[in-house]
């Protein structure tokens, strides 16, 4: 089946201590999308791309970077995690942004905790 | 800009029950209206979503929902709740074109046996 896989599901950091989060997809979308979640919260989007074009939101913090090396993959890395950074980070995927009728089909989420 | 309101972030409902979820959006332009479901240590599921279409849509697992312009409302309805219901659900709103999804708070649906 056609899916988005994110790897790990449970991430221990320690404080400061760079960590990656990786998602990829078998479902061939153009657009990657990474939205944080916060306990009882809803998903708030990091940023996204569109093929190859990357797209910041205008309040994610620069600790937060992201790399999308081929269709399939996209890499969320947290240069130095704070404890304030604990949170569920899911992976999106859609066809197209240029429709907003587009489905988004998320990852099961990776669980970030931050010693 | 776009946003949406879910009144309540507690639903709890007796099995066999009418289930009623509520959301609310506030949009310049006709907004697209997604209703997802999150379960416990999942990512999220499309459950339906309005494009401006029918107004009544159907989703999954027995759940619709209606738009209703007058009202500014998309509320989620499914006649007999189940135990499996029991999950988080978020209201999402986008606007035609290159915006992005804009999440409600989530309302957490308890089904009681």
């Known amino acids: 089946d056609a899916m988005v896989i994110q790897n790990p599901r449970y991430q221990v950091t320690q404080f400061g201590k760079p960590v990656t989060l990786s998602c990829s997809q078998t479902?061939?979308?153009?657009?990657m999308y990474w939205y944080q979640q916060k306990s009882s919260q809803a998903p708030k989007l990091l940023f996204h791309?569109?093929?190859?074009?990357?797209?910041n939101e205008a309040d994610t913090p620069d600790n937060f970077q992201s790399r999308r090396p081929n269709t399939s993959f996209c890499f969320l890395d947290i240069r130095s995690p704070g404890l304030g950074d604990a949170a569920m980070y899911l992976c999106?995927?859609?066809?197209?942004?240029?429709?907003?009728?587009?489905?988004?089909?998320f990852g099961p989420g990776t669980r970030l905790t931050v010693l | 800009a776009q946003s949406v309101t879910q009144l309540g972030s507690h639903v709890s409902v007796s099995e066999g029950a009418l289930v009623l979820l509520r959301c609310n959006y506030s949009?310049?332009?006709?907004?697209?209206l997604f209703w997802y479901v999150q379960y416990p240590n999942q990512g999220l599921q499309l459950l339906l979503k309005?494009?401006?279409?029918?107004?009544l849509v159907k989703g999954i697992n027995g759940f619709e929902a209606e738009f209703k312009k007058s009202e500014t409302s998309f509320h989620l309805t499914k006649p007999s709740a189940h135990m499996s219901d029991a999950a988080e659900y978020f209201c999402?709103?986008?606007?035609?074109?290159?915006?992005?999804?804009?999440f409600g708070k989530g309302t957490r649906l308890s089904v009681i046996a």
């Open positions: 999106a995927t859609s066809r197209d942004r240029a429709r907003g009728t587009d489905t988004q089909y």
């Open positions: 479902l061939n979308h153009n657009v």
């Open positions: 791309y569109y093929d190859k074009d990357f797209n």
């Open positions: 949009s310049s332009v006709p907004p697209y």
């Open positions: 309005y494009t401006s279409a029918a107004t």
């Open positions: 999402a709103v986008s606007d035609p074109g290159n915006t992005p999804l804009v």
